[in-house]
């Protein structure tokens, strides 16, 4: 049977109590009909798990006494950094959802000459993760940053990062890239938007350290493609 967890926050998170609200709240109490004394198991989105037992419910929240708590090591040893170019909304979810469960490190939507243009909600794009990490039992929650400029994310990234450019006309082959590489580096993606990235982004990216590979023979749609590299990432470092 699947254990359900409740996501609190790190900030609703204080000593040996914890606090539930917003949608983990609802669903708690006014769907699972959760009663005082009932346990429930929390995630804080960095790892942590507390066993609890409810000890307050009101309108808008429920409190929680931390009974015990664990902490899950990350299942990668190498933190990956996915920039990609902004997509429809659909996309753009199904690429939050499926990043996050495969357990990157950090998210960023890139504006590129090809990207769509259009507004992110942040609250929106927190919640698929959430429910990723609930569904995943990775328990970690990425850094999902707000939109930038491509040239703005190739130029913020550590100088020893390890550098991909997904890219169907490149000969060179992933695990040749990684092959023997040290798995404490990190890594960082970067998948271009439908219609993929202009020449000119190309080359920044190559001025700036990345190495182009070859993900698959076939073209691959943004969404795919992001979760296509993460995977194959994964399966070499670890």
Known sequence: MHHYFFYASPDQINGS????????????????????????????GKGNI?????QEITKTSCGCRILSR????????????????????????????????????????????????QSVNAERIHKIAIESIKQS???????????????????????????????????????????????????AVLVGPEGGLHDAEIKLALDTGFLAVNLNPFRLRTELAAAAAISSICSLIN
């Open 17 to 44: 109590t914890a606090t539930l609200t917003g949608d983990d709240f609802r669903h708690c109490i006014q769907v699972l009909r959760k009663k005082i004394g009932d346990k429930v198991s929390l995630i804080d």
């Open 50 to 54: 507390f066993h609890t037992s409810i």
């Open 70 to 117: 664990e902490n899950q090591q990350r299942a990668l040893k190498t933190a990956i950094f996915l920039g990609f170019g902004l997509v429809k909304i659909k996309a753009l979810e199904l690429i939050i959802r499926d990043a996050t469960a495969l357990g990157v490190s950090g998210i960023v939507p890139l504006l590129t000459k090809h990207s769509v243009t």
């Open 137 to 187: 039992g990775n328990y970690y929650l990425p850094e999902i940053e707000k939109p930038q400029s491509i040239s703005e994310w190739l130029n913020g990234l550590a100088p020893d990062t390890i550098k991909i450019l997904c890219d169907q006309e490149s000969k060179k082959k992933l695990n040749e890239l990684l092959a023997g590489g040290d798995p404490t580096k990190s890594i």
